[in-house]
Each structure stands twice: as C-alpha cells, then as structure tokens.
C-alpha cells in the first residue's frame, strides 16, 4: 500500500489523473483495453473534469470501459445519480464509443439491477469473480467505501459479485461491488479529501487489511495495487 498526500483537492486529483493515464495507456498496450471502476460521491468530480479536460487526448477512450463501483437506486437522471455525475463532469466531455460505458442498469427492482449487472460483468471478463484494472474508491465519514457499509457482515460483502446494500444516508438503496470484487482489482486508488474525513482516515489506515475491521475501507486489501490519493486537510498534523 502506499499514501501520496497532495496540498490539495486540486492537485491530489492532477496526482490520480497521471497515473490513471499512465494505467489506461499500459493495459490498452498489453490487454487491449483498460477497465475502470468510477466511485461516487462528491470527492473525484474535480478528478473527473480534469481527466475530460486534460486527459482527452492522451488517453484513447476507445480502449477504456467504465464501469461503476457502486450506485444509488435512483434514474439516471436523478441528481443522486453516480451515473449522471460522472456523464456531466466526464463522459460527455470526452470521445468514449457509448458500447464501452456500462452504469449499473435502474431496473424495475434493486435485485433486477444487481443482478443485471453481474451477469454484464461476467460476460465481459469472462471470470467469476472479475478483475478491474484499476476500482476507484472513495471514503465516508463512518468508513464505508462503494456500498459497502459499517455493520454488514464479511459473508454479506460477498454475497455475490454485485450486491444490493442499504445506507444509513439517503437514497437509502445501493447497488455495489461485492468486496472480492474490489480485492481482485489489479489496481485500486483511494481519494480522500477534507478535514472531516481525518478522524475515519487515520482510523482506517490503522487497520488496513484487516480483515475483521469494523471499517468496510480498512477490509479493502487488493492482490494488486493499493495507493491512497489524500489530501493535507485529511491528513493528521504531523507533530
Ligand atoms: C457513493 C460513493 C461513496 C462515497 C463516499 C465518499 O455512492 O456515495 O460510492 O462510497 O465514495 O461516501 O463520498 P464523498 O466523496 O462525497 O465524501
């Protein structure tokens, strides 16, 4: 694991924007495509619209698909939606063929959408259990990373590839990566920003990879690469 700290918001996301070029142009060379998971939340916007507007060229969105690491049981047009924040700050800003963008589908039932998507993930990697390139995740204040929430139980993380979670924050229902999912990523990035995440940070890198942490972003531990993107404001004051 390692931790880069940036001053700020800004350049913690022209930090995560480099090596998310540099992972794209590596995979599309020696797999053909690059596959990523977008996280949600307020955090990666700035990431998002620095990729769309720096990134547009040097990274050919024809090999990259997208995907989500989690989502929330609304439209796509709603203003909860991770889909639509990402389609305003990136995905219409950029040259990325539409067969390579897979939301998570808003189907008539949360089960209907998980289990859509799970059957999409499989036919696309061809794998049980399939493996990202790279999953960006985020971090809330009570240590939940995606969906995946203080509470649930190692067996319910996992139960599946996709999973339907409920939130104690609204909208109340999720869809997620199961967490085999997110600890068979080749690559996952952490972005954390912000004085109120510097409590659950420094409680979460203190059990990193412990597997029965109470903390869902503590239980994240990839079999590839694991970077946390963070910014001063979330770092503890070095005495
Ligand atoms: C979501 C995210 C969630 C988010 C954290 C941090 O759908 O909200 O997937 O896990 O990453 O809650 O959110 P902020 O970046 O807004 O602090």
């Given at each position: 694991?390692?931790?880069?700290s940036?001053p700020s918001?800004?350049s913690l996301?022209?930090?995560?924007a480099?090596e998310?070029?540099?992972l794209?142009n ?6 053909g495509r690059?596959t990523?998971?977008l ?6 916007r700035?990431?998002?619209e ?16 997208i995907f989500w690491?989690?989502?929330r049981y609304v439209?796509?047009d ?10 305003e700050?990136?995905?219409?800003k ?12 808003y ?5 209907d959408?998980?289990?859509a998507?799970?059957?999409e993930?499989?036919?696309l990697?061809?794998?049980e259990?399939?493996?990202?390139d ?10 939940h990373t ?10 319910e ?6 999973i ?10 999720r869809t997620s990566?199961?967490l085999q999912v ?8 952490f ?7 510097k409590e659950?940070?420094k409680?979460?890198?203190a059990e990193?990879?412990?597997p029965?942490?109470?903390y869902p ?9 694991l970077v946390?993107?963070v910014?001063?404001?979330a ?5």
């Amino acid at each position: 694991m390692s931790l880069k700290s940036f001053p700020s918001l800004e350049s913690l996301s022209a930090g995560a924007a480099k090596e998310i070029a540099s992972l794209a142009n590596q995979s599309a060379a020696s797999r053909g495509r690059f596959t990523i998971a977008l996280s949600g939340g307020s955090t990666p916007r700035t990431l998002y619209e620095m990729l769309a507007r720096e990134y547009s060229k040097t990274i050919d969105w024809r090999h990259v698909h997208i995907f989500w690491g989690d989502e929330r049981y609304v439209p796509q047009d709603d203003p909860a939606s991770n889909y639509r924040m990402a389609k305003e700050s990136l995905l219409d800003k950029i040259n990325i063929p539409e067969k390579n963008i897979h939301p998570i589908p808003y189907l008539s039932t949360p089960t209907d959408s998980s289990d859509a998507y799970s059957k999409e993930l499989q036919s696309l990697f061809k794998e049980e259990i399939p493996t990202l390139d790279l999953i960006l995740l985020g971090l809330g204040s009570d240590g939940h990373t995606a969906s995946l929430f203080p509470g649930m139980t190692e067996e319910e993380m996992n139960a599946g590839i996709v999973i339907v979670t409920h939130s104690p924050a609204p909208p109340p229902i999720r869809t997620s990566l199961a967490l085999q999912v997110i600890n068979n990523a080749r690559n996952v990035f952490f972005l954390v920003s912000g004085e109120e995440k510097k409590e659950i940070l420094k409680a979460v890198l203190a059990e990193e990879g412990n597997p029965d942490s109470k903390y869902p972003a503590a239980r994240v531990y990839p079999r590839g690469g694991l970077v946390w993107f963070v910014d001063e404001a979330a770092m503890e004051n070095k005495k």
